[in-house]
């Protein structure tokens, strides 16, 4: 059974940081590409970073390019998102998710993933 678990979330002042993790279990985790997405409250799920399985290039919505970095360690089967400079409106339920795409745009759609965690909440209060 896939299981991705995200964990990390928290309450944090705006202008502070916070790193989520993605583990997963139950797949070939070095082989899968790993997105996160995040939803606010009345909101779509958005696209927000993802790192490729192979070579490990990384991909960010322009919102977050320079505050939020992707990275994995394989050995881990484990995904960060490192969070710097946050803002209020970076305030959502932040979800990983893995397909075993590598194409850029299939990435940062939400519909070409094939399995997904709970989510965990990340509030960045003014």
């Known amino acids: 059974q896939v299981q991705l678990v995200e964990s990390g979330g928290g309450l944090v002042q705006a202008g502070g940081s916070r790193r989520l993790s993605c583990a997963g279990s139950?797949?070939?985790?070095?082989?899968?590409?790993i997105g996160w997405f995040r939803q606010a409250p009345g909101k779509e799920r958005e696209f927000v970073a993802a790192?490729?399985?192979?070579?490990?290039?990384?991909y960010y919505t322009d919102t977050v390019t320079g505050r939020f970095t992707i990275s994995r360690d394989n050995a881990k089967n484990t995904v960060f998102l490192e969070m710097n400079s946050l803002r209020p409106e970076d305030t959502a339920v932040y979800y990983c998710?893995?397909?075993?795409?590598?194409?850029?745009?299939?990435?940062?759609?939400?519909?070409?993933?094939?399995?997904w965690g709970q989510g965990t909440q990340v509030t960045v209060s003014s």
């Open positions: 790192i490729k399985w192979s070579h490990d290039e990384t």
């Open positions: 998710a893995a397909t075993d795409s590598l194409l850029a745009e299939v990435l940062k759609n939400s519909r070409h993933y094939d399995y």
């Open positions: 139950g797949l070939a985790f070095e082989s899968y590409s």
